[in-house]
Structures are given as structure tokens and as C-alpha cells.
């Protein structure tokens, strides 16, 4: 029976073979991280208007604040489940109060394709957290009415995480508060 004996000194060591394993392993590790951090999502401060599969229009907040600015005061009501700092523990309605700074969710279509109000029916909002609502075209042509903010009493809204740089959709018409899509992402036009 013939043995076949190991000559370590041809070829590349087990050694060397496991520090190359565990370089290229790191390596991957950091290409997977980068491409994770930046294909991860929507991202705050950014706002994407599409219709189907084609997007129409993205704006950062530095490109919205270069449309017709304008400030709304609101009271935003949230009904609570015993957290909002009532002792009692009861259900309540705590109220805050707002002076936001955006511009016109009109005024943002418009820059794109002032025709856009006439080809679709619908806007649907969607936030970082994946909340959404509908609203009827309508709503954003009534005057005054539906508003793209990125600013509270003069100071950028904050992320989801409480950095510095969101947007918010808030509507005038109404007075609860309750129509507002936070840390807003994308707008879906139908």
C-alpha cells in the first residue's frame, strides 16, 4: 500500500489560507454594510413623486424651500392611551400647537407638470414608518388646503430616529390634526 505523504513546503500553507478566508469575509462584510445603508429605502428629507412605475419628480427639502414658502399655524390633536402625561390614566386628547413652514403640495405638482392635477384623481402619501394615506385631487387644489412642511416654528422637523431633516404632510382643512402623513417619503399619484 502506498502512502501518500503531505509536502508542506509546495503550495500555499493552511495558514495563509485562513487569514485570506477571514480578509475576504471582512471585505464583504463592509460591501454589504455600504450597499445596506444606502439602497435600504426611502429616505427622510427626500421627498419621491411617481405615478405607476415612473417617477415623475424628487425633491430634497433644500429644493423645496426654493418653491413659495408659506406658514401654517395648526393644533394637532393625538388621542393618547393613558401616556400623554394624564395621572389620572384616563383616555385624553392632548393638543399641540404648530407654525409650520412648507409649501403647497399644488405648488410642488405644478413645478413638475402643471397638468398633473388634470391627469390624476388621486395622491397617496406614504411615510419612512410605511403609513399611508388618500387623498382626492380635489383636496390639493382647494386653496390653502394641502401643504408639504419641513420646518416647526422655524426649526427643521425631526426624523423618525430625531435627527434633523423630515418632512410632513398636513392639510388646512382640517382642525383635529389627524391628516398628517409624518416623516414623509413618497407621493403615489393614481
Not at 25 to 47: K, M
Request: proline share 3%; net charge negative.
Amino acid at each position: 500500500m502506498d502512502e501518500t505523504k503531505f509536502d508542506g513546503s509546495k503550495g500555499i500553507k493552511p495558514q495563509k489560507w485562513f487569514v485570506a478566508g477571514v480578509v475576504l469575509l471582512g471585505l464583504a462584510v463592509v460591501v454589504f454594510s455600504f450597499l445596506n445603508h444606502y439602497n435600504s429605502g426611502p429616505q427622510e428629507g427626500t421627498l419621491v413623486i411617481t405615478a405607476g412605475d415612473t417617477t415623475l419628480g424628487c425633491f430634497t427639502i433644500a429644493e423645496l424651500k426654493k418653491l413659495p414658502a408659506v406658514e401654517k399655524k395648526m393644533v394637532v390633536q393625538s388621542n393618547c392611551d393613558g401616556s400623554c402625561g394624564n395621572s389620572t390614566g384616563n383616555n385624553s386628547v392632548e393638543s399641540s400647537e404648530h407654525k409650520f413652514t412648507g409649501t403647497s403640495l399644488l405648488s410642488v405638482l405644478n413645478s413638475i407638470d402643471p397638468g398633473l392635477t388634470q391627469k390624476y384623481n388621486k395622491v397617496i402619501t406614504r411615510g419612512v414608518d410605511y403609513y399611508s394615506q388618500v387623498l382626492e385631487m380635489s383636496e390639493v387644489l382647494q386653496p390653502d388646503n394641502v401643504f408639504i412642511a419641513y420646518a416647526d416654528y422655524g426649526k427643521p422637523l425631526k426624523t423618525k430616529a430625531g435627527g434633523e431633516g423630515s418632512l410632513q404632510l398636513i392639510m388646512g382643512s382640517d382642525k383635529t390634526g389627524q391628516h398628517i402623513t409624518n416623516w414623509l417619503v413618497s407621493l403615489e399619484l393614481q
